[in-house]
């Protein structure tokens, strides 16, 4: 069984950057996939960003591309998600997730979560 730990999440202003942190139980290499999800309260899990360890690329969704950027470290199994330019819509939890398949925009396609880390930006 994997386990994510998230952090970095935290209060900052409009336009602001913050920089979450995923560190997985076992090597990221055997887990093809690892994505970002947010979650606003009232709202669906959506997907933010991720990065296929096969083809080392990396997905963006509309809504952050531009802004957010995934960069994985194999050597300390950690998934960073540096978020500049952070507007209001960007308050959400998020949460970090694995699959040992291909990389999905579906939540029900990931086999491992954390805990998730909440990310609050006033206006």
């Known amino acids: 069984q994997v386990q994510l730990v998230e952090s970095g999440g935290g209060s900052v202003q409009a336009g602001g950057s913050l920089r979450l942190s995923c560190v997985a139980s076992?090597?990221?290499?055997?887990?093809?996939?690892m994505a970002w999800f947010r979650q606003a309260p009232g709202k669906q899990r959506e997907d933010v960003a991720k990065?296929?360890?096969?083809?080392?690329?990396?997905y963006y969704a509309d809504s952050v591309k531009g802004r957010f950027t995934v960069v994985q470290d194999k050597a300390k199994n950690t998934l960073f998600l540096q978020m500049d330019s952070l507007k209001p819509e960007d308050s959400a939890m998020y949460y970090c997730?694995?699959?040992?398949?291909?990389?999905?925009?579906?939540?029900?396609?990931?086999?491992?979560w954390g805990q998730g880390t909440q990310v609050t930006v006033s206006s």
């Open positions: 990065f296929d360890n096969v083809f080392n690329y990396d």
């Open positions: 997730a694995a699959t040992r398949g291909p990389c999905s925009k579906a939540a029900t396609d990931y086999d491992y």
């Open positions: 076992e090597s990221t290499s055997t887990l093809r996939c």
